[in-house]
């Protein structure tokens, strides 16, 4: 199933999003994680890969693992990080032969220690770049691109990062999965600004779950989203407890999620982070 025909059939769409484990331990306890999120019949499953590029053929081994295990569609991030375009190929060459079903296709991060993005000699600048190679040269793929509702870090505002996107869905984008965000009134925002623009791909919510206040602060202050004070303020009074947090967490993201679908989402995207308690638990508050 390709990525456009997941969210724009008229059915919900559900995928979760993994990455590839450092450890035969952590891979054994990762797809005990996935045996239960399958329960939930997603749409596709999705694994990104390390900074600079690095696990590129770890990640499809697990893709490839999912989707014969599960019978699950998958996708494999890729991104334009410390690679030519005749590697890039070389990538999708051998996520083809190996069943991938769609691309999430990223211009990525600088690599650490770096404060802008500069492509490898004979490789590419932006995203819209790989867009235009996959769609040209591999079209059985199916494409995600990224959408940012507080707007990315790199775009001097928000209208130019807009337009960056409407390129990258022109290229041949299927649909725009969103970077994690918490307060939905900067998701109906921003999909209303790619309405005014003309983007008209099914635009997903991408949710990550907390459950651990230290860990979301980290993640938040990496990609430039808010919290809300209102849910700072309830995780703060959990103090030290593990499983306050996790209920906190848990109850915000199903409030977060039920509000999405009723305004008429065509999907949600997790960030699962390897594991599964939050998510199915979310999942089972809303009965999907």
Known sequence: MRIGEAYGSGKFGL???????????????????????????????TCTYGAGGSTREKTLEIVQRVRQAYGCPVAS?????????????????????????????????????????????????????????????????????AGYPETHQEAPDPQTDLKNLKRKVEA????????????????????????????TVPIVPGILPVTNFAQVQRITSLCGASLPDD??????????DPQRQFAVGVECASRQVQELREAGVPGIHFYVLNKSQATVAVLANLGL
């Open 77 to 145: 991030h890729l991104t334009c990080v410390g690679a030519t375009a005749d590697q890039l190929r070389d990538f999708l060459r051998e996520a083809e032969r190996r069943g991938v079903d769609n691309i999430v296709a990223l211009r990525g991060d600088p690599p650490r220690g770096e404060s802008e993005f500069r492509p490898v000699a004979g490789g590419l600048r932006y995203a819209n770049e790989l867009v235009t190679l996959i769609r040209r040269e591999f079209p059985g793929f199916g494409i995600a691109v």
């Open 15 to 45: 995928s979760f999003e993994l990455f590839p484990p450092k450890t035969p331990a952590g891979e054994t306890a990762l797809f005990g994680h996935v045996d239960q999120l399958v329960k939930f019949q997603p749409s596709f499953i």
């Open 231 to 240: 849910f700072v303020a309830a995780l703060q009074a959990c103090g030290e």
């Open 172 to 199: 041949g984008g299927d649909a725009v999965i969103t970077q994690l965000f918490y307060n939905n009134r900067d998701f109906f925002r921003f999909r209303d600004a790619c309405h005014d623009l003309g983007i």
